[in-house]
């Protein structure tokens, strides 16, 4: 292996001595101690006697940007901005040669360590969490704050969105979800949108968003709903999930119980919002995701065209598989297929001998209204086809929107995302050096205690080959855990405790990465015992080929911590 002395002659040949600190700091932090690269580089410099350059020719003294001036122009940003916020992240954009340098020579070197970009971000988030008293964080973070170091510094300030879950009720007919643009001139203003630029005068978004908004001080709501019942329909019942986005809000700290009780006594009679609470991105995707148990409930005011059978209402009952081409009214905006849905059940109550009142439970996603006229056939079987007679209907209100397993969990899923599941993103931590130990026990007889300590058992030494299972298992635990990141490992140790009834196994693991290695800790012990019982089992067995006393107990993590 190459020594660091070594490695810094290469280095200051390859770079003509035109190397700072900073740089071979960070160059050479997998194999020097120091607080941070800087102080690296000054050991270095100083151990070696090696001259301080004027310019350094892989990061262009970029580094000599990060002064008194920038965080200036970031502090004036902020104050200006006057934005609320406890959590940030720094960004930054530095030209493309000093990214091509600082790669190429780490490549040349066969050096991993961390690029340049992420000791910038890091140096200037240190300050600012010294100076303002905030924290960096790196999954959800209030604000992110980009320095553009290419030229003379610029400082952009980006507002994350704040997002607020509730349930809405619709108590009057010709109120929108959400607002709707004129149809003539396109949302622009004109005279028959009376310069509003909107088809209808309000909408349950607007009713919602605008004092929201206000308080918030934010630029922009966009509303995200559990599907949407149409303009002319009541939203009844516990109501419909939805979720507000507020976007670049500057007061983020606000009091939602408060705000939902102003909220519905200026809506009062129009709509009703409950249980407001703050919520994560995720929930955009979560509430339009529908599981195979979500249903909805209807009340459907059906008109025939002629008295009908009132002894065919009970056959509607019998709806059940439905077959439902796009209808008419929506095809401009959805694609033309036919959908398989499904009716639950059925109940009518007559009005008259043309007009009864239907409650139906349905699949989410099938549309009511083309069910009971069949939508010139493109809903078959149809109420009308079943009674024998054209049906239309007249009234429909949505009495339950069912919350389907993952809206009901009501929890933040940092995994998930509007596209699916993803794995987070922790490329801008710092690499640390990481421990956890995780330990666990299996219960054995006294007598497989003995074999195993005297080598009898006939399958080959079982500790031996529990290490070797506990350590195939941790250099795969990314494998077997589908969200867990693949993790540069540095060393894995398996050790066990043997006692008259049980062994205790330990599974000790180190890294240099970005993220902890507690779960490929407890994969290695897991492996381990159950490599145990699988060499021991033919001595473990009863009579009737069972495992009476043999059990794996205790797993669980003893120690984790940063080095």
Known sequence: MISMYDLVKKILKETNGQICKHCLGRKLSHIVEGRDNINRGEKIFEDLEIPEPENCVVCGNIFDKINDDLFKKIYDKIDFLNVEFDTFLVGSRIDKQIKTWDDELSEKFDLDVEPIKKELNRIIGREIENTLEKEVEFEKQDIVINVDLRKEPKVRIQINPLFIEGKYNKLVRG??????????????????????????????????????????????????????????????????????????????????????????????????????????RNRKA??????????????????????????????????????????????????????????????????DDTTFEMTVKTEGGLYIKELISGDEDRTKPNVGEVLGVKS?????????????????????????????????????????KRLAIASGKIHLDKNTIEMIQNEEIKKGNVLTTAQIAGIQAVKNTSSIIPLCHPLNLTGIEIDFDVKSTEITATCSVKTLGKTGV?????????????AIWDMVKAVEKDENGQYPDTRISDICVIKKEKI
Not at 518 to 530: K, R
Request: proline letters at 4%; charged letters at 30%.
């Open 392 to 432: 239309i209907c007249e009234q429909l209100d949505v009495v339950e929107v069912s919350e389907n397993r993952r809206i009901n969990m009501g929890k933040e899923f940092t995994h998930l995302t509007d596209s699916g599941v993803h794995m987070v993103e922790v490329g801008q931590k710092p690499d640390q």
């Open 175 to 280: 109120i929108p979800q959400t607002k709707w643009p004129c149809g003539k001139c396109k949302g622009k203003g004109c005279e028959e949108c009376n310069f509003t630029g909107k088809q209808y005068r309000e909408s349950v978004e607007e009713l919602l968003s605008e004092p929201i908004l206000e308080a918030t001080n934010g630029w922009q709501a966009k509303f995200h709903g559990a599907g949407r019942e149409d303009i002319d329909v009541l939203m009844l019942g516990s109501g419909r999930p939805f979720v507000l986005e507020i976007k670049e809000p500057k007061i983020r700290k606000i009091n939602l119980d408060a705000l939902e009780e102003k909220i519905n006594k200026m809506t009062e009679g129009k709509t009703s919002y409950h249980n407001l609470k703050f919520c994560e």
């Open 518 to 530: 507690e779960m490929e800790a407890l994969t290695g012990v897991s492996a381990c015992l159950l």
């Open 286 to 351: 979560e509430i339009k995701v529908s599981s195979s148990d979500a249903y909805k409930i209807y009340k459907a005011l059906v008109k025939c065209d002629k008295p009908y059978d009132k002894d065919k209402l009970a056959s509607l009952n019998n709806l059940d598989e439905i077959h439902q081409q796009t209808p008419l009214r929506v095809l401009h905006r959805r694609a033309d297929k036919v959908r398989i849905k499904h009716v639950h059940n059925v109940s009518c109550e007559i009005i």
